[in-house]
Nanobody
């Protein structure tokens, strides 16, 4: 049974930091690229960051570049998202997702290209 379980969300003030983690089981983790997406109320799910199976390529959305960092540990089957200098616009439910690929560059950024998905963790940034 494939499971992606996010953790680390919460309430933080503007300028604060959070570290999200996604624990993956039931699949060969090192065969998958991983990504983080987010969805604010009333808005579409949007790409945040991704990481290739090796960790070599890590595209991030323009809106979070320089503030968010994605990383993975293939020995622990986890992918993390370090979020610094948080803003109210970063508020939303954050989801991790997997994509089976050995590509080490040019990952997709559309939600429909990824699966399976976790259930999400809520991040709220107060002003």
């Amino acid at each position: 049974q494939v499971q992606l379980v996010e953790s680390g969300g919460g309430l933080v003030q503007t300028g604060g930091s959070l570290r999200l983690s996604c624990a993956v089981s039931g699949l060969t983790f090192s065969s998958y690229a991983m990504a983080w997406f987010r969805q604010a109320p009333g808005k579409e799910r949007e790409f945040v960051a991704a990481i290739t199976w090796s960790g070599k390529y890590t595209p991030v959305a323009d809106s979070v570049r320089g503030r968010f960092t994605i990383s993975r540990d293939n020995t622990k089957n986890t992918v993390d998202l370090e979020m610094d200098s948080l803003k109210p616009d970063d508020t939303g439910t954050y989801y991790c997702a997997a994509l089976r690929t050995y590509a080490d560059y040019l990952l997709p950024t559309r939600p429909r290209d990824y699966g399976p998905w976790g259930q999400g963790t809520q991040v709220t940034v107060s002003s």
